[in-house]
Protein backbone atom coordinates (compact mmCIF):
# COMPACT_ATOMS: atom_id res chain seq x y z
CA UNK A 1 0.00 0.00 0.00
CA UNK A 2 1.46 3.55 -0.91
CA UNK A 3 2.50 5.38 1.81
CA UNK A 4 0.68 9.24 2.00
CA UNK A 5 1.73 12.01 3.86
CA UNK A 6 0.35 15.14 5.55
CA UNK A 7 1.13 18.50 6.17
CA UNK A 8 0.49 20.02 9.32
CA UNK A 9 0.87 23.73 10.19
CA UNK A 10 1.32 24.84 13.94
CA UNK A 11 0.25 27.78 15.62
CA UNK A 12 3.33 29.32 14.78
CA UNK A 13 3.12 28.27 10.91
CA UNK A 14 5.84 25.95 11.09
CA UNK A 15 4.93 22.77 8.47
CA UNK A 16 5.27 19.36 10.41
CA UNK A 17 4.93 16.24 8.04
CA UNK A 18 3.67 12.79 8.83
CA UNK A 19 3.38 9.95 7.49
CA UNK A 20 -0.47 8.35 7.68
CA UNK A 21 -1.21 5.42 9.01
CA UNK A 22 -2.78 3.00 6.60
CA UNK A 23 -5.92 0.69 7.09
CA UNK A 24 -3.96 -2.42 7.67
CA UNK A 25 -2.18 -0.91 10.44
CA UNK A 26 -4.99 0.58 11.97
CA UNK A 27 -7.14 -2.99 11.87
CA UNK A 28 -4.22 -4.61 12.92
CA UNK A 29 -4.02 -1.96 16.46
CA UNK A 30 -8.05 -2.65 16.37
CA UNK A 31 -7.45 -6.68 16.64
CA UNK A 32 -4.53 -6.26 19.34
CA UNK A 33 -6.58 -4.33 21.66
CA UNK A 34 -9.51 -6.49 21.03
CA UNK A 35 -7.06 -9.73 21.98
CA UNK A 36 -6.13 -7.95 24.97
CA UNK A 37 -9.51 -6.70 26.00
CA UNK A 38 -10.69 -10.33 25.57
CA UNK A 39 -8.35 -11.79 27.96
CA UNK A 40 -8.82 -10.03 30.34
CA UNK A 41 -12.57 -10.55 29.97
CA UNK A 42 -11.76 -14.41 30.25
CA UNK A 43 -9.59 -13.58 33.42
CA UNK A 44 -12.75 -12.11 35.11
CA UNK A 45 -15.20 -14.14 34.38
CA UNK A 46 -12.68 -17.08 35.71
CA UNK A 47 -11.92 -15.13 38.72
CA UNK A 48 -15.07 -13.71 39.31
CA UNK A 49 -16.96 -17.00 38.64
CA UNK A 50 -19.94 -15.58 36.47
CA UNK A 51 -20.80 -13.38 38.81
CA UNK A 52 -22.90 -10.80 37.26
CA UNK A 53 -22.77 -7.68 39.30
CA UNK A 54 -19.43 -8.11 39.77
CA UNK A 55 -18.52 -8.84 36.26
CA UNK A 56 -20.65 -5.07 34.81
CA UNK A 57 -18.33 -3.25 37.52
CA UNK A 58 -15.03 -4.71 36.55
CA UNK A 59 -15.51 -5.61 32.82
CA UNK A 60 -18.18 -3.22 31.05
CA UNK A 61 -16.14 0.05 32.25
CA UNK A 62 -13.05 -1.43 30.94
CA UNK A 63 -14.44 -2.68 27.51
CA UNK A 64 -16.35 1.28 27.52
CA UNK A 65 -13.64 3.61 28.18
CA UNK A 66 -10.80 1.39 27.39
CA UNK A 67 -9.21 3.55 24.05
CA UNK A 68 -11.10 7.29 25.47
CA UNK A 69 -8.57 6.36 28.12
CA UNK A 70 -5.68 5.45 26.85
CA UNK A 71 -5.31 8.16 24.47
CA UNK A 72 -6.15 10.55 26.70
CA UNK A 73 -3.33 9.31 29.24
CA UNK A 74 -0.81 7.84 26.45
CA UNK A 75 -0.26 10.28 24.47
CA UNK A 76 -2.90 9.16 21.92
CA UNK A 77 -1.55 5.56 22.04
CA UNK A 78 -3.74 2.90 22.30
CA UNK A 79 -1.43 -0.62 23.26
CA UNK A 80 -2.31 -1.69 19.84
CA UNK A 81 -1.13 1.64 18.45
CA UNK A 82 2.10 1.74 20.92
CA UNK A 83 2.68 -2.03 19.44
CA UNK A 84 2.22 -0.86 15.51
CA UNK A 85 4.26 2.61 16.30
CA UNK A 86 0.78 5.28 15.45
CA UNK A 87 -0.87 7.84 17.39
CA UNK A 88 -3.60 10.03 17.25
CA UNK A 89 -2.96 13.53 16.42
CA UNK A 90 -4.71 16.74 15.98
CA UNK A 91 -4.54 18.14 12.31
CA UNK A 92 -3.43 22.06 13.70
CA UNK A 93 -0.39 20.43 15.21
CA UNK A 94 -1.04 20.12 18.70
CA UNK A 95 -1.71 17.52 21.06
CA UNK A 96 -5.40 16.65 21.18
CA UNK A 97 -7.88 18.12 23.51
CA UNK A 98 -10.16 16.05 25.81
CA UNK A 99 -12.69 17.14 23.51
CA UNK A 100 -10.93 16.07 20.70
CA UNK A 101 -10.57 12.36 21.76
CA UNK A 102 -14.11 12.42 22.98
CA UNK A 103 -15.54 12.86 20.11
CA UNK A 104 -13.68 10.49 18.12
CA UNK A 105 -14.10 7.90 20.79
CA UNK A 106 -17.71 8.58 21.05
CA UNK A 107 -18.31 8.54 17.07
CA UNK A 108 -16.42 4.89 17.45
CA UNK A 109 -20.42 3.36 18.17
CA UNK A 110 -21.33 3.86 14.72
CA UNK A 111 -17.82 3.68 12.92
CA UNK A 112 -16.53 0.72 14.59
CA UNK A 113 -19.30 -1.09 16.60
CA UNK A 114 -22.39 -0.96 14.97
CA UNK A 115 -21.21 -1.22 11.66
CA UNK A 116 -18.30 -3.88 12.85
CA UNK A 117 -15.92 -2.16 11.22
CA UNK A 118 -17.35 -1.31 8.28
CA UNK A 119 -18.13 2.10 8.13
CA UNK A 120 -14.59 3.00 9.67
CA UNK A 121 -12.69 0.96 6.36
CA UNK A 122 -14.28 3.04 4.29
CA UNK A 123 -13.64 6.43 5.52
CA UNK A 124 -10.12 5.46 5.97
CA UNK A 125 -9.47 3.70 3.10
CA UNK A 126 -11.46 6.96 0.69
CA UNK A 127 -10.34 9.82 2.59
CA UNK A 128 -7.53 11.91 1.96
CA UNK A 129 -6.24 12.16 5.70
CA UNK A 130 -7.76 8.80 6.26
CA UNK A 131 -10.02 9.67 8.63
CA UNK A 132 -13.02 7.46 10.31
CA UNK A 133 -15.98 9.65 10.67
CA UNK A 134 -14.70 10.34 14.58
CA UNK A 135 -11.63 11.87 13.33
CA UNK A 136 -13.28 13.88 10.99
CA UNK A 137 -15.74 15.06 13.50
CA UNK A 138 -13.32 15.65 15.72
CA UNK A 139 -10.29 17.18 13.61
CA UNK A 140 -7.81 14.78 14.46
CA UNK A 141 -6.09 11.74 12.20
CA UNK A 142 -3.65 8.75 12.67
CA UNK A 143 0.04 8.49 11.84
CA UNK A 144 3.26 6.42 12.15
CA UNK A 145 5.34 7.74 14.23
CA UNK A 146 9.21 7.90 12.65
CA UNK A 147 12.54 6.27 13.86
CA UNK A 148 13.85 10.29 14.67
CA UNK A 149 10.81 11.39 15.99
CA UNK A 150 11.63 9.27 19.24
CA UNK A 151 14.54 12.13 20.37
CA UNK A 152 13.02 14.18 23.25
CA UNK A 153 13.15 17.90 24.51
CA UNK A 154 15.43 16.13 27.51
CA UNK A 155 18.62 14.69 24.84
CA UNK A 156 19.43 18.23 24.49
CA UNK A 157 22.60 19.02 26.44
CA UNK A 158 22.41 21.66 29.42
CA UNK A 159 25.36 21.09 30.90
CA UNK A 160 25.96 24.73 30.46
CA UNK A 161 23.45 26.72 32.53
CA UNK A 162 22.12 30.10 30.53
CA UNK A 163 23.19 33.16 32.54
CA UNK A 164 20.89 35.62 30.88
CA UNK A 165 17.79 34.58 28.51
CA UNK A 166 18.10 36.78 25.41
CA UNK A 167 14.87 35.51 23.96
CA UNK A 168 11.85 35.83 26.04
CA UNK A 169 9.22 35.13 23.56
CA UNK A 170 10.17 31.89 23.24
CA UNK A 171 7.52 30.53 25.50
CA UNK A 172 5.09 30.98 22.84
CA UNK A 173 5.92 27.71 21.30
CA UNK A 174 5.43 24.22 22.24
CA UNK A 175 7.78 20.94 22.58
CA UNK A 176 6.36 20.05 19.02
CA UNK A 177 7.84 23.35 17.04
CA UNK A 178 11.11 22.72 19.10
CA UNK A 179 11.43 19.27 18.17
CA UNK A 180 11.19 20.24 14.50
CA UNK A 181 13.95 22.38 14.99
CA UNK A 182 15.89 20.18 16.75
CA UNK A 183 15.39 17.17 14.33
CA UNK A 184 15.80 19.60 11.57
CA UNK A 185 19.76 20.24 12.96
CA UNK A 186 20.03 16.63 13.55
CA UNK A 187 19.24 16.25 9.72
CA UNK A 188 21.63 18.98 8.54
CA UNK A 189 24.34 17.51 10.79
CA UNK A 190 24.20 14.30 8.91
CA UNK A 191 22.89 14.97 5.37
CA UNK A 192 24.33 18.31 5.35
CA UNK A 193 22.60 18.87 1.79
CA UNK A 194 20.51 21.80 0.58
CA UNK A 195 17.22 20.62 0.95
CA UNK A 196 18.01 20.44 4.68
CA UNK A 197 19.77 23.44 4.87
CA UNK A 198 16.86 25.08 3.19
CA UNK A 199 14.33 23.48 6.07
CA UNK A 200 16.94 24.87 8.74
CA UNK A 201 17.00 28.43 7.23
CA UNK A 202 12.64 28.29 6.75
CA UNK A 203 12.80 27.55 10.70
CA UNK A 204 14.82 29.82 11.56
CA UNK A 205 13.09 32.23 9.54
CA UNK A 206 10.07 32.10 10.86
CA UNK A 207 10.88 31.81 14.27
CA UNK A 208 12.48 35.19 14.14
CA UNK A 209 9.36 36.69 12.68
CA UNK A 210 7.60 35.82 15.75
CA UNK A 211 10.72 37.02 17.79
CA UNK A 212 10.71 40.12 16.14
CA UNK A 213 14.47 40.20 15.36
CA UNK A 214 16.61 39.13 12.20
CA UNK A 215 19.74 37.34 11.90
CA UNK A 216 22.31 36.28 9.19
CA UNK A 217 22.01 33.37 7.35
CA UNK A 218 25.77 32.25 8.29
CA UNK A 219 24.33 31.86 12.00
CA UNK A 220 21.33 30.50 11.34
CA UNK A 221 22.67 26.84 12.99
CA UNK A 222 24.55 28.87 16.27
CA UNK A 223 20.98 30.53 16.08
CA UNK A 224 18.65 27.35 16.84
CA UNK A 225 21.17 26.06 18.90
CA UNK A 226 20.52 29.28 21.17
CA UNK A 227 16.80 28.80 20.35
CA UNK A 228 16.71 25.34 22.04
CA UNK A 229 18.55 25.80 25.04
CA UNK A 230 16.80 29.02 25.94
CA UNK A 231 13.51 27.21 25.44
CA UNK A 232 14.55 24.28 27.17
CA UNK A 233 15.64 26.81 30.20
CA UNK A 234 12.47 28.84 30.07
CA UNK A 235 9.87 25.97 30.16
CA UNK A 236 11.74 22.98 32.27
Not at 78 to 102: D, F, H, W
Request: a positive charge.
Amino acid sequence: MASQKIDIVTAHNIVMRFELANTIQRILAWVIDAAILFVYLLLCGTVMGGNTIMMYLFVLPIFTFYNLFFEVFNNGQSIGKMVLKIRVVALNGSTPTLTEYYLRWIFRTLDITFSLGTIAILFISSSKRRQRIGDLIAGTSVVKLKNDSSISLADIDRANKIAEIEYPKLVAFTDSDMLLVKQSLLRYGRYPNNANKELMFNLSEKIQDVLGIKIEKKNTRIFLDKVLNEYIELTR
